[in-house]
């Protein structure tokens, strides 16, 4: 009987407890179902805040693009109001190869040289651009001893350029230069176009050297081939006849990462972003068919977030030639050229790569490169070659860096780059997975 009793007693119990498992499970259902909810509503409000973002930097650009052409459309509007006021000796102008004639007008005191319309600087690359036998010209221009990617730039014979402030547009947007803000043969300074900041570079067309058009050139093709977006942005490039220069405009970047480097305060994690993101630049200058012939540490420049790492300095790069030619003249950074550079032959992507190696022996210690302080050119080339031998390079490397973990990486990195002539694919592939693995493991 009692038996019975519990028997019937526990069959209660368990049907007492059905609606709480009933009411459980659906509350249970009824919050996964709030959450699917509110993920969904969130991912509905990102959407529109993206669209809406979009639409409001699409009326910006409008706004910055009305107000460029209400700016130039004034200014030169200005020009018949104002000719009684020019001086008769400005000749400053700015043209296309047929040159033009130029009004001056007075704002607060600033003459301002205002072009007409007829005189706006085109872009002037497109068609050397069609022309190879012509962009090979340029780049043999550029191709003197001892010649940096911006250096030299010696001061000007004579006063700086222009005399008075110059107006006029770049792309339908008016810019104003301060006046004898040309006071080099090169130089750059930058400049604020409709909300966009800019560096203008400059080269004096009397220098002997066109810089100018070959950095326009393969900035061009960086562009339309790159594919990890390092190379930096090109805008614009112009000849200003009757000032004599040469300009090119590109997106204004950050400094380069030789400042950090010699902090001596980046820690093994920040040297192996940086060995990771120069790594990029150099993937797409192969990517691209440019040969940069100048990698060094200014070479790589911080975008302005901080994030990012681009590749700058093209004046002495060029795309490859059809066939080498059995002698150039030595030219780049002493510190950081590849031994081929030394011995005046021509380069290909195998010496960037040499050279990139070199920079990261400067990024875990400044002091690796040997030769740095060195003058004598003979020595400083035995020093690099003695370097390329595997045996000489582990030495090296535990004798300047104490930590096993960069020596063991650095050397694994020198092996597969002397590999890059007769396995270049295979070897950027490795290159590239030995970078990443060891990203991973500080991850």
């Not at 179902?33 to 529109?48: C, D, F, G, Q, W």
């Amino acid at each position: 009987m009692d038996s019975r009793d519990s028997t019937a007693e526990k069959t209660s119990m368990d049907c007492n407890s059905i609606p709480y498992i009933v009411t459980i499970s659906i509350l249970g259902v009824a919050l996964l179902i709030s959450l699917v909810m509110l993920v969904l509503l969130y991912r509905r409000l990102a959407k529109k805040k993206k669209e809406a973002k979009k639409l409001k930097d699409e009326l910006q650009f409008l706004m910055d693009q009305k107000r460029a052409k209400t700016l130039a459309s004034s200014s030169l509007s200005c020009t018949s109001n104002v000719s009684s006021h020019v001086s008769s000796n400005v000749s400053s102008n700015i043209s296309e190869s047929e040159g033009g004639p130029t009004s001056t007008q007075k704002t607060s005191g600033l003459p301002v040289t205002v072009a007409s319309s007829k005189e706006v600087p085109l872009d002037t690359i497109t068609s050397l651009l069609k022309s190879p036998d012509n962009i090979d010209a340029i780049f043999a221009q550029n191709e003197v001893e001892c010649l940096e990617a911006e250096i030299p730039h010696k001061p000007l014979v004579g006063p700086p350029r222009p005399a008075e402030g110059l107006f006029t547009t770049f792309k339908n947007i008016g810019v104003s230069f301060p006046a004898r803000v040309f006071d080099k043969t090169f130089g750059e300074f930058d400049l604020d176009m409709a909300g966009q900041m800019c560096t203008v570079q400059y080269e004096d067309m009397e220098c002997g050297l066109n810089r100018i058009d070959a950095i326009a050139a393969v900035m061009r093709q960086g562009h339309k081939y790159q594919m990890r977006g390092t190379i930096q942005d090109f805008i614009s490039t112009a000849h200003l006849n009757a000032l004599n220069f040469r300009l090119l405009v590109v997106a204004r970047l950050g400094p380069s990462i030789e400042k950090n480097v010699l902090s001596g305060r980046l820690i093994l994690e920040e040297q192996l972003i940086l060995v990771s993101l120069t790594f990029q630049c150099m993937e797409d200058l192969l990517f691209s068919n440019i040969v940069h012939r100048d990698i060094k540490p200014a070479s790589f420049r911080y975008d302005f977030s901080g994030s990012k790492i681009m590749i700058t300095h093209f004046g002495l790069a060029r795309i490859p030639p059809k066939s080498p030619r059995p002698r150039i003249p030595f030219f780049g950074n002493p510190v950081f050229c590849s031994p081929t550079a030394h011995l005046k032959l021509e380069r290909t992507h195998f010496d960037d790569m040499m050279s990139w190696f070199f920079v990261l022996l400067f990024i875990f210690n400044r002091h690796l490169p040997i030769w740095k302080s060195e003058t004598d050119r003979t020595l400083i080339y035995q020093l690099k070659v003695d370097l390329l031998e595997e045996k000489l390079v582990a030495d090296h490397l535990e004798r300047y860096i104490k930590d096993e973990t960069p020596r063991k990486f650095l050397a694994q990195l020198h092996k597969l780059i002397s590999k890059l002539p007769d396995m270049q694919k295979m070897s950027y592939r490795k290159l590239r997975e030995a970078i990443e693995m060891e990203n991973s493991k500080r991850k």
